[in-house]
């Protein structure tokens, strides 16, 4: 069984810019959760997808967005990129209960 | 004070001794509480998870859940340094709408020395 793959690997932008971060869960999986890991505080929920709708988003800015697709995988976008978002954002997928797989995350540099 | 609180380290031991990592939590309505175990460059990975209170084990790793203290533990028997990575304690509510947000501790970091 494939695991979470999530792409790209690394994606270094300028401040101000955009970024796309992909993911495809686990095949069946339905709910979609993004995770972001800044150095120093750890991994802070961003958002949860779940059969093609945003169902909860952590305590972050709109500028935070994504979106869910009808074959379950999953976009995050990134708009007006400062500094500090610079940090591993890591996808998971579950289909029941609480057991996530997480891929091994999209390393994001912002200069 | 944070939800979750972890002792980010670092622990050095040698092989084959018994490590205790530990985090405290303040949101009484957490009902599941899981470690997971990250490498360098990987995501985590899900070592044990426990629902409410009481102790499980599963080969060398037990993790043990004291609700009355709002106190978790993992302890990993005769480590090896194949277990050097960051250990996340991580923590969910039973809410309604099959939510699971996890809320993690920031990791502690484990070295096994051969």
């Known amino acids: 069984e494939a695991g979470v793959t999530q792409s790209p690997t690394h994606l270094i932008k300028t401040r101000g810019q955009q970024a796309t971060l992909r993911c495809s869960p686990i095949s069946g999986h339905t709910s979609v959760y993004w995770y972001q890991q800044a150095l120093g505080l750890g991994l802070q929920f961003l958002l949860w997808y779940d059969e093609g709708e945003e169902r909860n988003r952590g305590n972050f800015p709109p500028r935070f967005s994504g979106r869910q697709f009808p074959n379950y995988s999953s976009e995050l976008n990134v708009n007006a990129l400062e500094l500090e978002d610079s940090a591993l954002y890591l996808c998971?997928?579950?289909?029941?209960?609480?057991?996530?797989?997480f891929g091994s995350g999209t390393r994001l540099t912002v200069v | 004070q944070k939800e979750v609180e972890q002792d980010p380290g670092p622990l050095s031991v040698p092989e084959g001794a018994i490590v205790s990592l530990n985090c405290t939590y303040s949101n009484s309505a957490f009902q599941y509480f899981m470690w997971y175990r990250q490498y360098s460059r990987k995501g985590p990975e899900l070592l044990m998870y426990?629902?409410?209170?009481g102790n499980k084990e599963d080969g060398r790793f037990t993790a043990q859940v004291d609700k009355s203290s709002k106190y978790i533990s993992l302890f990993i028997r005769d480590s090896q340094p194949s277990d050097s990575a960051t250990y996340l304690c991580?923590?969910?509510?039973?809410?309604?709408?099959?939510?699971?947000?996890?809320?993690f501790g920031k990791g502690t970091l484990l070295t096994v020395n051969p």
């Open positions: 426990t629902y409410s209170s």
């Open positions: 991580a923590m969910s509510e039973e809410s309604g709408g099959s939510n699971y947000k996890l809320t």
């Open positions: 998971a997928s579950r289909v029941t209960g609480i057991r996530y797989t």
